[in-house]
């Protein structure tokens, strides 16, 4: 598995781990940060695609900034561009402080 170390494999089968105890106890918590940082990756992605997404005849904060654009009304669009960026940071900081707390717990753990 992704950023896995050979020497915790290693570990685990001199420890005895059947493959199931290896993949649940050892390589899932070890590449769980990387998933995470996927799933954080994918999310970014889907927030910057939200104007793009409008085109389609959505209702929501992503529909007030394509009408801001539109008629050339800078305020709302302002307000409506950092309530998307600001949505986006505090998902980001949310995955980023979990991904931190799985790591951690699978270094104790290890």
């Not at 769980?32 to 954080?40: E, F, K, S």
Request: charged fraction near 15%; proline fraction near 4%.
């Amino acid at each position: 598995m992704l950023n896995v170390a050979r020497s915790c494999l290693a570990a685990a089968d001199t420890a005895g781990c059947t493959p199931r105890q290896k993949l649940t106890n050892v390589q899932f918590p070890l590449a769980l940060p990387d998933m995470m940082l996927g799933i954080n990756q994918t999310i970014m992605f889907a927030f910057g695609m939200l104007v793009i997404i409008a085109l389609v005849g959505t209702r929501g904060l992503e529909h007030d900034t394509l009408v801001a654009i539109s008629k050339v009304q800078p305020g709302e669009g302002i307000v409506a561009g950092l309530g998307i960026a600001f949505l986006s940071i505090i998902i980001d900081l949310l995955i980023r402080e979990y991904s931190r707390t799985l790591q951690n717990r699978a270094w104790r753990a290890g």
